[in-house]
């Protein structure tokens, strides 16, 4: 099995991607009230921002888009158990665009 180095590139792209969104994030949180503010039900003693996973599934995106343009196939990588689960799930979305 070869991995196309085009993908390779794209990962070690998003590393950056993903802390500079999650840097951005913890800035922008407080503005938009993305934030999780201390009572006697939180653990949190000061405004927490709630935003980084907003950041990590950005990223997950872009770098699952990328990929695709980039002409990664995810389903060539399957196998075992994960390809019959796959192949389910092909069949299972036929029948339901039915």
Not at 33 to 51: E, F, N, Q, Y
Not at 59 to 75: C, K, R
């Amino acid at each position: 099995m070869t991995v196309n180095p085009a993908s390779w590139l794209i990962l070690l792209g998003l590393v950056p991607l993903c802390v500079g969104l999650t840097r951005l994030m913890i800035h922008a949180a407080p503005k938009l009230g993305l934030v999780d503010t201390p009572s006697d039900r939180r653990i949190h003693t000061k405004v927490t921002p709630r935003a980084g996973g907003i950041a990590i599934y950005l990223t997950m995106m872009i770098g699952l888009g990328l990929l695709h343009l980039s002409g990664h196939t995810f389903s060539q990588r399957i196998s075992g158990p994960g390809k019959r689960r796959f192949a389910r799930l092909k069949t299972m979305k036929a029948e339901i665009l039915k």
